[in-house]
């Protein structure tokens, strides 16, 4: 490197610059998504479930939607479920909804550290869910609750981690929402994005080392889809033909930035497909028919050991990050309710009722009881008590801080568990 | 018995376990059917199959993150960072989701599973294939860090730790794969075969994880070590004529501690050796504990011969080298009040 000032050393030659990506609106803007080109439902092809990869990779650029904005179903991937199987879907994502609103609730009144909702994009774990066998097993991020929800995991059971209290069955030990169980085949959430994407992967492989038949999901925001890990996750997919389906949901923000920030402004998430040469598409993320056709082709896909499929779920987060966060410091307050995907709750109503399967009525009562279900529920969780409502100390026995950091408790933790129960006496007896 | 060096004897335990638990799969870079580039799973692949030991992208995130996947499966991998100086990209995988996933699911979901690494300099390695990382991972929770220092316990330690249902990281100092080392990188290499702990079992046996080794007993001096360290210490001592109580960690998390503080309490000296750079080693540490625990045994402080706090430079390597004359410094200094 010459020590010549490097803008005198080609004088000639155009400057370099810089790209840093801006989202098109900022607070105060109005949002306008006019040309942001949304496909018609019912115009994506369907391919065969065993078609070569490079069949499915124009969905990569396209949007596989089923509900028109008549609210029928259309096209190749209109699943036809029937009416029952809509209704669940429908009462699963309006129990989230209202789940959400009121752990948000729950926290802003001081019972809790932390929440995070996924309001707008309650459609993709329900349904998603539903398309899935029972037995699969997903790896989750913190926007997934509808997943639990849909499998039936009860809400105390929830609740009882987001108040960390003395029915949180991982004992106060992570952030709230980072929800773990095994029998609802729901892996750990990790709080470090992207860990679970290779992960959800190397499960997979294992299954098929096993001969096994269930298949794994792995999900990430598109935020994290910059993480090596993502990255990896494909290259393994690709490598051992895992069976298994990796969700992207783009929900266009990794808290303020937008995603541009991720390298989406000049291919889709799902256009990273092609370079591992894995099944990919894009999919309305707001349409529960087209998510549960998509999921659905990809597990059948995945089973038949034909390969992963790289799914993009196109959505929006209608609200904040977290209870931690607020999106009017960044982007317009009413960007939500201008994006053009429309609302997944209203869209499946609107579905349901327009085939005659559902109405007001119903769908009030059914908010009722959804209602009544999440408040008896969260009765129940606060009688095992909140983060803040310990009245001594602390909501659980100091003494299993130490358990689990290893099966078996080494020495140098039993002393600084001893340790720990001195201190807690001192503090009694403090200043003393 | 049959006489192995460490590959051979790693080797072994791989085949031993991989006979005894289908579960157990190995994976890493080129482990497959070239055997390794140390040769550690040569023939594995052949005898056991393309699933059970297969090779892996140039990915170590990727290589642990789907070894965790598997273990969540129901699997016990064994993953091999080809060497300790690349596993840099697995230590998100490592310290933040293998070494807390018990923790995180208050028991739910474990992993059993063992990182494999050569580790270590003495190779003319350059600053990518010396390094000794053991204290990166010391500091964290939920970690087990063996580094065995001979054919017999090397064996005997990778199957305690594949047996192990947490994580463990297996360092294996490559210096003395092939024979001990006794710090003089300028004499003639002696081969495993003449060292009485290359008799190894060619069956299962295991080491419990977390027990040190008396390997030399002594009366004025006690010395902390681990590795090809051990065998350095063992030459140095020698040849200076000292009564030491050279003590092989073989585990240093968890530790040993009643035979340091017996051994400390005994000799009221002590010299700390390893490898890695000085700061923040795990010398430190085991010097914190010596004066917490031993403090009125003590005649001198705790001396520390260790790598310097530069990165292992390639022509430099046998400056660098915690070698006898930095060991017998160390030593000096420990007798000398």
């Known amino acids: 490197m010459s ?18 990506p801006e989202p098109p609106f900022r607070p105060g803007d109005t949002p306008d998504f006019s040309s942001l080109k949304i496909p018609a439902a019912g115009s994506a092809p369907r391919p065969d479930v065993a078609a070569p990869a490079t069949e499915t990779h124009p969905l990569t650029t396209h949007l596989v939607r089923v509900l028109g904005d008549d609210h029928k179903a259309v096209g190749p991937w209109d699943p036809k479920l029937d009416p029952d199987t809509l209704r669940k879907m429908l009462r699963d994502m309006v129990t989230v909804r209202i789940f959400d609103d009121r752990m948000y609730r729950a926290q802003r009144q001081g019972k809790t550290s932390f929440y995070m909702k996924c309001t707008g994009e309650e459609a993709i774990a329900v349904a998603a869910a539903a398309a899935l066998d029972r037995e699969d097993m997903h790896f989750p991020t913190y926007r997934q609750q509808g997943l639990l929800v849909a499998r039936g995991y009860p809400l105390i059971e929830m609740m009882c981690q987001i108040y960390s209290n003395k029915g ?57 889809t910059a993480e090596g890990d993502f990255h990896s996750a494909l290259t393994f997919a690709t490598v051992y033909n895992a069976p298994v389906i990796l969700a992207i949901v783009n929900n266009q923000w990794a808290i303020s930035s937008f995603s541009g920030i991720a390298g989406g402004e000049h291919a889709t998430f799902a256009q990273r497909a092609l370079g591992y040469g894995v099944a990919g598409m894009r999919v309305d993320g707001n349409d529960a028919l087209a998510v549960f056709a998509a999921v ?33 410091g960044y982007r317009p307050v009413n960007e939500a309710k201008a994006w053009p995907l429309g609302d997944p709750i209203e869209r499946l109503k609107a579905h349901l009722t327009t085939i005659g399967e559902w109405d007001e009525e119903r769908h009030a009562a059914l908010l009722e009881e959804a209602a009544a279900e999440v408040r008896a529920a969260q009765r129940e969780a606060e009688r ?42 001192a503090k009694r007896r403090w200043p003393s | 018995m049959a006489v192995m060096n460490m590959i051979q004897a790693l080797n072994s335990a791989h085949d031993v376990m991989l006979g005894r638990d289908e579960n157990i799969v190995v994976l890493g870079e080129d ?67 293998a070494s807390r996933l018990r923790y995180r699911t208050a028991g739910e979901w474990s992993v059993p599973m063992v990182i494999r690494s050569p580790y270590g300099g003495g190779i003319f390695g350059g600053q990518t294939h010396s390094q000794s990382t053991e204290a990166l991972f010391a500091h964290v929770a939920g970690v087990k860090t063996v580094i065995p220092s001979t054919p017999y316990d090397a064996k005997g330690l990778l199957i305690a730790a594949i047996e192990d249902n947490d ?19 300028d004499r003639p290499l002696t081969p495993w075969a003449k060292h009485p702990a290359s008799e190894v079992p ?56 009643e035979t340091i503080e017996q051994s400390v309490q005994k000799t009221g000296r002590c010299v700390v050796v390893h490898e890695a750079t000085r700061t923040n080693g795990f010398g430190a540490e085991l010097a914190a504990l010596v004066q917490e625990r031993c403090f009125y045994h003590l005649e001198a402080p705790v001396q520390r011969a260790t790598g310097f706090d530069t990165p292992y430079p390639h022509s430099l390597e046998w400056a660098y080298f915690p070698g006898p004359v930095r060991i017998g410094t160390a030593l000096k200094k420990a007798l000398e009040v």
């Open chain 1, 3 to 20: 020590d010549k000032d490097p803008s005198k050393l080609r004088p000639n030659r155009p400057k370099l610059a810089l790209h840093v």
């Open chain 1, 168 to 224: 949180d069955k991982l004992q106060g030990r992570q952030l709230p929402v980072m929800y773990s169980d095994k029998a609802h085949g729901f892996f750990s959430i990790s709080g470090n994005l992207g860990t679970q994407f290779p992960q959800a992967v190397g499960w997979a492989m294992g299954a098929a080392i096993k001969g096994d038949s269930r298949i794994a999901m792995g999900w990430t925001g598109e935020g994290a």
């Open chain 1, 296 to 328: 659905r082709w990809a597990s059948d896909r995945a089973r038949s050991n034909l390969g992963p499929t790289l799914i993009e779920f196109f959505t929006y987060r209608a609200e904040g990050h977290s209870t931690s966060d607020d999106p009017s």
């Open chain 1, 384 to 425: 095992k008590g909140t983060l803040t409502s310990a009245s001594i100390d602390f909501p659980q026995d100091v003494r299993t801080m130490f358990n689990d950091v290893f099966e078996e408790m080494p020495w140098h933790l039993k002393e600084q568990q001893q340790a720990m129960v001195d201190e807690l006496e």
């Open chain 2, 31 to 97: 482990v497959g059917y070239f055997g390794g580039v140390f040769r550690v799973t040569e023939g594995l692949q052949k005898k056991y199959g393309t699933t059970r030991v297969f090779d892996t992208p140039i990915a170590e995130n990727g290589i642990i993150a789907t070894a965790i996947g598997m273990a969540a499966y129901g699997l016990r991998p064994i993953a091999e960072i080809q060497f300790t100086d690349y596993i840099y990209p697995a230590y998100d995988q490592i310290v933040s989701e």
């Open chain 2, 167 to 185: 994580p463990v990281l297996f360092f294996e100092p490559k210096r003395i794969y092939n024979g001990p080392f006794d710090g003089f990188f």
């Open chain 2, 202 to 257: 060619e069956g299962y046996y295991s080491i419990p994880i977390g027990k040190a080794s008396v390997v030399r007993a002594g009366e004025d001096v006690t010395i902390l070590c681990y590795g090809t360290m051990v065998h350095v210490t063992l030459a140095t001592v020698r040849e200076l004529g000292i009564d030491a109580e050279v003590i092989d960690l073989r585990t240093i998390v968890p530790l040993d501690i």
